[in-house]
């Protein structure tokens, strides 16, 4: 016969004996092996393996989905304990059951439960009313998609990529009349969500002339980690700049990366999701998680943000340049991606920026084209030519090459790479 399960306590104030007496009654098949003062003595014993379930306070300082992810980690399920407060806000961090207390005839059932840990997101439906252009009143909204939009290090344009696919996705601007005489519109505007997520040097907003002290992802980060992020208030964070495309703003000092952890943005895209057809990540090019050669114990981890952001996309748009160093850095990087340490189950898409006879010689689309089949195994290329002074003027006007310079050589790659893109993923059914 199996011996009792041992359970860690972390509830404070006057019904922390009753849990305790109920948790050590005969026949419980329980044992309390650890009070625990705190969120940190809790932890500690997780890790030391003292428990297999632990048994907490809702409202207990400094419990968040941060917290219930580690406690996860260390092979802990969680039993929340509501006598009042908000349920959703408590099942948003996670956590394995909830009950309403010792007396709560489902909580010792709860305790001794031995279903596989899972981390659960949270589905509460949200009021999208007020959501003008990105839900229809009354309707149930299929899931959206994500589009992460990685590369390697040196400036390749992984913010251009994402900038400009984003405002294509979201219908901004128009096609030329040449492009539409070779390819028929089929696909009206979508709701776009443009995610800032890159760590070390997060500039979306100042690419698209937007104030950068807004709270933006780290406010919804925050919310998230805290069980109260919902549709509604990931919105109000990512103001809408024109027609279909929203953007929420990055972090505004790299300094900021702790900010960002990996469970908060998993619950961010999520949310993501019910919002937009579309999410468009724009990431940090660090895949490593050298944390975990600097330190014996948990440490925040700055390249998190990426990660979560690569393992929830749906497509992933690696962009290299398009010039003999860049290609180089693309091979390589598209081999770390291989490697990465979370699942990327996304479709690989890659793009090739400012392709241009001067960096690779004559025909350079197809010399790049042929160079990556070579040396990358990549038997799709999608290149964006160089086209300086179009690109340059958008920026000076803090807007997209689609509204700026809807003639552009390069908007017009973007445009077809909006296309293929939307191939890769199915279309919803509500």
Not at 6 to 21: M, Q
Not at 123 to 135: K, P, R, V, Y
Not at 195 to 222: E, H, K, N
């Amino acid at each position: 016969m199996a011996g009792p399960t041992t359970v860690l306590c972390a509830v404070h104030g006057p019904s922390e004996p009753d849990v305790v007496l109920t948790l050590e009654a005969p026949g419980a098949r329980t044992s309390v092996t650890r009070r625990c003062g705190d969120v940190t003595e809790l932890l500690a014993a997780s890790a030391a393996g003292a428990g297999t379930v632990a048994v907490v306070a809702a409202d207990l300082p400094g419990l968040d989905r941060e917290t219930v992810g580690r406690l996860h980690a260390a092979g802990t399920r969680v039993v929340a304990l509501v006598d009042d407060g908000p349920l959703e806000r408590v099942e948003a961090l996670g956590v394995d059951a909830v009950v309403d207390g010792p007396d709560d005839p489902r909580f010792l059932d709860a305790v001794r439960d031995t279903a596989p840990i899972t981390d659960p997101l949270a589905t509460a439906e949200h009021d999208l009313s007020t959501l003008s252009g990105f839900a229809t009143p009354g309707l149930a909204t299929p899931p959206g998609s994500v589009v992460a939009v990685w590369g390697p290090v040196g400036a390749p344009g992984r913010t251009t990529t994402a900038v400009e696919l984003a405002a294509e996705l979201a219908g901004l601007g128009r096609r030329s009349g040449r492009r539409r005489r070779r390819r028929r519109e089929t696909r009206a505007a979508d709701p776009t969500l443009l995610v800032d997520a890159d760590t070390y040097g997060s500039c979306v907003a100042a690419r698209l002339g937007l104030l950068d002290d807004a709270p933006g992802l780290a406010a919804v980060a925050r919310a998230a980690g805290q069980g109260t992020l919902d549709v509604a208030a990931l919105a109000r964070h990512a103001p809408v700049v024109e027609g279909h495309l929203r953007v929420l703003a990055g972090i505004t000092r790299a300094s900021r990366w702790p900010e960002l952890p990996a469970s908060a943005l998993e619950v961010v895209l999520e949310r993501a999701r019910s919002l937009a057809r579309w999410t468009v990540v724009d990431c940090g090019p660090v895949l490593e998680l050298d944390e975990l050669l600097m330190y014996d114990t948990h440490a925040p981890q700055r390249n998190a943000a990426t990660l979560a952001a690569l393992q929830a996309a749906d497509v992933v748009v690696v962009v290299g340049a398009a010039d003999p160093i860049g290609i180089h850095r693309l091979v390589r990087a598209l081999e770390d991606l291989a490697e990465v340490p979370v699942p990327v189950p996304g479709r690989r898409v890659v793009v090739a920026n400012r392709v241009r006879a001067s960096a690779v010689g004559a025909d350079p689309s197809r010399a790049v084209a042929e160079a990556l089949d070579r040396y990358g195994g990549v038997d799709e290329l999608h290149p964006v030519p160089d086209d300086g002074p179009a690109l340059d003027a958008a920026v000076l006007a803090g807007r997209t090459l689609a509204e700026h310079a809807p003639t552009s050589a390069a908007r017009e790659a973007f445009a077809d790479l909006a296309a293929h893109v939307r191939e890769q993923v199915p279309v919803p059914v509500a």
